[in-house]
């Protein structure tokens, strides 16, 4: 007899009681178990409680605001549950925020609830699959004894989910990580910066691509030498980024 499938757990922290209402009937419709909340604080206390498998976050909760609860999540807590903002606002400045704060996707008011649902469910996917996309943990292990992700003094682990500079961890947000999971993978090759968009994820088209820009000053920050000539992450011009291979000049990770 099969084990029964759980539903997905999700958490919607909405201030507005109406698109609050909506959202969770959707979701229910399809199947996934909803809590419901309407502030910052008590998005916060629900996602500490009752481990939801994914949050929807509006980014104008009273309280704590959206932004203020992923930057909770990511930066203090640690904790990399699967995060979609939502906004009433088209502007792409406040999404780089929320995306450089860590979130996985994001949606502009009016919402379609249909795509809602899809990207809340590839967020989930994403999470599941820990960004090593069609290899298995045992390839990825494979790899890393060959040394295919490393470059110079950075070594990336996609089992565990982390890049390291010697042998000191690097702090990535999760589409960090992806980013540099996809750069090492190809190391010596050029980019666009569309092309790095779509590399991630397949909802991540709908980005404004200042948004790698972001990452990769992010990157560049904790892991170059030098940021006004890069040893790592070079700036090709008219064409985007590509990932240097640096010579291994010793061993910084066992």
């Known amino acids: 007899m099969s084990e029964a499938k759980v539903a997905p757990r999700i958490l919607i922290a909405e201030k507005d009681r109406s698109v609050r209402g909506e959202i969770q009937q959707i979701f229910r419709s399809y199947g996934y178990e909803t809590w419901v ?34 930057r909770e999540l990511r930066q203090t807590l640690n904790n990399w549950l699967p995060v979609v903002l939502i906004s009433v606002q088209s502007d792409e400045i406040e999404a780089v925020l929320g995306i450089e704060l860590g979130a996985d996707d994001y949606m502009v008011k009016p919402l379609r609830f249909k795509e809602l649902v899809a990207r809340v469910k590839a967020v989930l ?25 490393r470059s110079g003094e950075l070594v990336l682990d996609p089992v565990h989910l982390t890049l390291y500079k010697g042998k000191k961890p690097v702090e990535l947000t999760r589409k960090e990580f992806e980013l540099m999971f996809f750069l090492m993978k190809n190391k010596g090759k050029a980019f666009t910066r569309q092309h790095l968009i779509t590399a991630l994820t397949v909802n991540d088209q709908t980005y404004d691509e200042r948004i790698i820009d972001v990452f990769v000053s ?28 640096v010579p291994i000049k010793h061993e910084s990770y066992q």
């Not at 994403?126 to 992700?149: D, F, H, P």
């Open 37 to 70: 909340v309407a502030n910052g604080k008590d998005a916060l206390k629900i996602i500490n409680s009752l481990k939801p498998d994914a949050v929807i976050l509006d980014m104008d909760l009273p309280e704590l605001s959206g932004l203020d609860v992923c």
């Open 125 to 149: 996917r994403r999470g599941q699959l820990c960004c090593l996309e069609n290899e298995t943990k045992e390839e990825a292990v494979s790899a890393l004894k060959q040394g295919k992700y």
């Open 218 to 245: 992010r990157i560049r920050r904790q892991i170059e030498p030098n940021r006004r000539n890069p040893l790592y992450i070079k700036t090709v011009r008219n064409v985007g980024y590509m990932l240097k291979d």
